[in-house]
């Protein structure tokens, strides 16, 4: 029996960074907000303190903040030939759940996308030709939002997190010592940029010597403490190395606990309610409105949440999939190439290479979670890629998030993977060794797509994701090239030796990638070529809204999370200035 | 229906939020757990005291997962992936095997954060873990596949008794797949599980019953759950001096605990 609830102008399916943010956004204009998630409460002191967070087998590897795949997964597979299977244990991605979801447990990197980023397309047309953009199958195609329109979104954003780092470009003048690749800001970082330790300050050394342009990784670890603007107080990072996979205990990192709850929560007319995962958007017969959400709680009580606006602020996947199971949208078929809901299913390409001294103690157990000197010269169009068989790119960071000893035990070409060599050469490199890692962009492609799995169903009984995916050669060419730059750099810090671990073969579950899955619901100027339009609104249904990566075409050679979070303060900006007035579409079709 | 206006006061006049609103009772079980109850918040960011998630460490020390016959094995494959040598502790003294004993007894063992239901193909490499056995079932049909593929292919003695040469033949054996094992078991699969939970015993805070000592952590240099290090970012090359701690401290500040 369905319980019907009284109805609310906004319910938010997930309470991550979009939930967050949007939660704010509309509460602040007088909105009553519900926001609905799956997992439970979380907060520093209890769930991540500072006597216990540094567990790298508990959080890591026994996946005590992620997504308990147990009574729900997706399935995958590279190609539309095979048969997709559960991913039956999490490892390329680590999915987010409970309050704050993949914003407690992400390091922190926030970036913005190269204006070229948004017009992914148009530019490399003109610069390469049209069959930049089309071989391989590619599918890739321009935003229909701009850098500049989103510029003071993702100013906001910087500011909500007293993002660390130094501006390379401000209002169009080149900084030293930023990024000078980056469009214009409008103003400088909140704080400034975190001090560098041994191996970033070397790896900088180099690649400044190759005539590259190093600068330090912009960071929500705080290098000093800061008062947002919703009053949240941060502290200054003490470098324990435990960010990624982790909570911080420090109140150091940008996440929805240390930066918008303590002031949402107070909210008389926001109510949050755990352990309740939203089965379906409900909608008019005609489908063209949703009248609010059925969800059901851990208690296995189901419930009508009618609400005059539905936001979808769950992960990527689960944006994707609640559509598909809510019968909005048509869902794209590869073959055919008709329909939209699922298409464009990209992710990122990264690969690395290690760096073992004899003569350096680098103490990679002092880290943080951007804590990296980069360089960008090899990302988005920032070079020529003439003759190069590829678009896209992306940065190259000597990087140290830590030392944790499990997952970042590195040891040299040929070492093997136990035995006494296995554990000499551990004992001899750890504090000697670190990596540099390319963090590439991945194009959108035919082949690459979300849909409904006809086989494999969760616990209640509906289809699970089901996520084909491979990386193409346009990646794997991108990929190769960065991280022979990678490698010159590297050999340019005067190592005993080095090890190039490449992006090769297809699209592996197994061993841990990043948690950027982009696409499936993206935007564009028109029904006929997006799920979205550029406020992050769904073509078919107008009062309901896909917050999250899944808008990217494709994605970029940036962690995603300060563009995610601008677009939901673009998206937010429009909401109260024009479709709270007249609710209906934003951008006419 | 709910029509398409909005009315911006409605909070105000109490039609929207449920009146069971307040901050609820802390969970007795945490995220990354199913089963924790559902909870309504409003009006605050609820906290209360004493119920702090503290890490789930192992205790007592007798084996209450592994045979007799199986703890044989593991302690003898465990001894040759990570072995003992002056320059540090072998995976056997680092007192893993107690530790697989008791993630195997535990919510690891039970397949907590795998997804078991069928069906069950083969797959891909790429497709990663594809067993129906949750890791305790794994260990347990595998030591037994490999026992019995040990007794035929060396007149009958167990992985345990033969010479260090020949077990690494096994191990290898294992690893590449070249031993095919039978009773459901990919052996490729089951060794890349048993290698890391080596690993992971071997270097994971002590709380989790390995990590003797922390003998590991001071081997490699790593010095644990330590908490604080920014007057050591800008000492570039300097050796940190601390020695290691775990959350239950270090034998210099805790009388003995360890």
């Keep these: 029996m369905t319980t019907t609830l009284p109805p609310v102008d906004a319910v938010l399916v997930g309470f991550g960074w979009t939930g967050a943010i949007m939660g704010q956004q509309l509460c602040d204009e007088g909105l009553s907000v519900v926001a609905l998630e799956r997992g439970a409460w979380r907060d520093t002191p209890t769930d991540f303190a500072t006597t216990f967070a540094q567990d790298e087998l508990r959080y890591m590897w026994r996946h005590h903040l992620f997504q308990n795949v147990s009574d729900d997964t997706l399935t995958i597979r590279n190609n539309t030939s095979q048969q997709a299977l559960p991913m039956r244990h999490l490892g390329s991605f680590l999915l987010g759940t409970g309050v704050g979801s993949g914003g407690v447990h992400w390091n922190g990197q926030i970036w913005r996308f190269l204006p070229s980023d948004f017009l992914t397309k148009s530019h490399n047309q003109q610069r390469y030709g049209a069959k930049s953009v089309t071989d391989y199958d590619l599918t890739v195609q321009d935003w229909g939002v701009t850098y500049d329109e989103l510029e003071p979104f993702y100013d906001q954003f910087d500011k909500l997190c007293g993002t660390s780092g130094t501006a390379g470009n401000l209002k169009g003048q080149i900084q030293p010592g930023g990024n000078p690749f980056e469009g214009p800001r409008s103003s400088e970082y909140p704080t400034p940029a975190m001090p560098q330790t041994y191996a970033p300050t070397l790896f900088g050394v180099a690649a400044a010597g190759l005539g590259h342009h190093p600068f330090p990784h912009p960071t929500g670890n705080l290098s000093e403490a800061y008062t947002n603007p919703l009053g949240a107080q941060l502290g200054a990072c003490t470098y324990c190395g435990f960010c990624e996979k982790f909570g911080c205990g420090n109140y150091s990192k940008a996440s929805p606990q240390t930066t918008v709850l303590p002031y949402l929560m107070a909210k008389p007319n926001f109510t949050l309610k755990t352990e309740s995962e939203v089965l379906k958007v409900e909608l008019t017969p005609d489908r063209k409105r949703a009248t609010g959400v059925t969800y059901v709680n851990s208690a296995g009580e189901e419930f009508f949440q009618p609400a005059e606006m539905v936001i979808l602020s769950a992960y990527v996947l689960h944006n994707v999939r609640l559509m598909l199971l809510s019968g909005i949208g048509q869902p794209y078929d590869p073959n055919a190439g008709t329909g939209q809901v699922g298409r464009n299913y990209a992710y990122q390409t990264t690969s690395s290479v290690n760096v073992f001294f004899d003569d350096k103690i680098l103490n990679p157990f002092i880290g943080a979670g951007a804590l990296a000197t980069v360089i960008d010269d090899f990302n988005g169009d920032n070079f020529d890629h003439t003759g190069l068989g590829f678009i896209g790119g992306g940065y190259i960071a000597g990087m140290v998030t830590g030392g944790r000893p499990i997952e970042m035990m590195y040891t040299p070409q040929g070492t093997p993977a136990w035995g006494l060599e296995w554990k000499h050469a551990a004992a001899k490199n750890y504090l000697k060794s670190f990596a540099i890692a390319t963090h590439g962009s991945c194009m959108s492609h035919r082949g690459n797509y979300l849909d409904l799995d006809p086989t494999y169903r969760d616990t209640f009984g509906r289809p699970m994701l089901r996520m084909t995916f491979d990386f193409t050669d346009n990646e794997h060419k991108m990929s190769d090239y960065l991280t022979d730059r990678a490698a010159e750099v590297a050999r340019a810090m005067n190592p005993r030796e080095i090890k190039l671990n490449r992006r ?18 993206i935007m564009g100027d028109n029904p006929g070529n997006s799920v979205v339009n550029k406020y992050l609104q769904l073509w078919d249904v107008p009062n309901v809204f896909s917050l999250g990566a899944g808008a990217f075409p494709q994605n970029a050679g940036y962690n995603p999370t300060g563009t995610v979070a601008a677009l939901t303060y673009h998206a937010a900006a429009t909401i109260k200035s024009q479709y709270l007035k007249t609710p209906g579409p934003l951008v006419q079709a | 229906m709910v029509k398409l206006t909005f009315n911006r006061r409605r909070f105000l006049v109490g039609g929207t939020v449920a009146g069971t609103a307040g901050v609820a009772a802390a969970a007795s079980l945490h995220d990354g757990e199913l089963g924790a109850p559902p909870q309504t918040f409003t009006g605050a960011v609820p906290w209360q005291e004493g119920t702090a998630d503290a890490p ?10 592994f045979t007799t016959t199986e703890r044989a094995f593991i302690e003898a494959a465990v001894g040759r992936l990570i072995p003992n040598d002056p320059v540090g502790p072998g995976a056997v003294e680092a007192n893993v095997p107690f530790f697989l004993d008791r993630q195997l007894a535990g919510l690891y063992g039970q397949g907590q954060h ?19 056995f949750s890791p305790a079932q794994l260990y347990r049909a595998a030591i037994a596949a490999i026992d019995r593929y040990v007794g035929s292919t060396f007149n009958g003695a167990a992985f345990s008794g033969l010479a260090a040469a020949d077990q690494d033949k096994v191990l290898k054996g294992l690893e590449s797949g070249a031993i095919v094992l039978d009773g459901g078991v990919d052996s490729k699969t089951f060794f890349a599980m048993l290698l890391q939970n080596t690993k992971e015993g071997y270097l994971s805070d002590p709380i989790y019953g390995g990590n003797k000592d922390m003998g590991a952590w001071k081997m490699i240099g790593f010095p644990g759950a330590h908490y604080d290090y920014k007057e050591w970012v800008s000492r570039h090359g300097e050796r940190v001096p601390f020695p290691p701690v775990g959350f239950k401290g270090r034998p210099g500040w805790t009388g003995g605990l360890r």
């Excluded at chain 2, 193909?121 to 790429?126: C, R, S, V, W």
């Design chain 1, 504 to 521: 090769t073969g297809s699209w592996n579950v197994i061993p841990y990638q990043t948690t950027h899955n982009t696409g499936g619901a």
């Design chain 2, 56 to 65: 789930p460490g192992a205790s007592g020390t007798d084996f209450i997962f």
């Design chain 2, 114 to 132: 795998y997804y078991l239901g069928g069906p069950w193909p083969k797959g891909t490499p790429e497709q990663g873990y594809q067993s129906r």
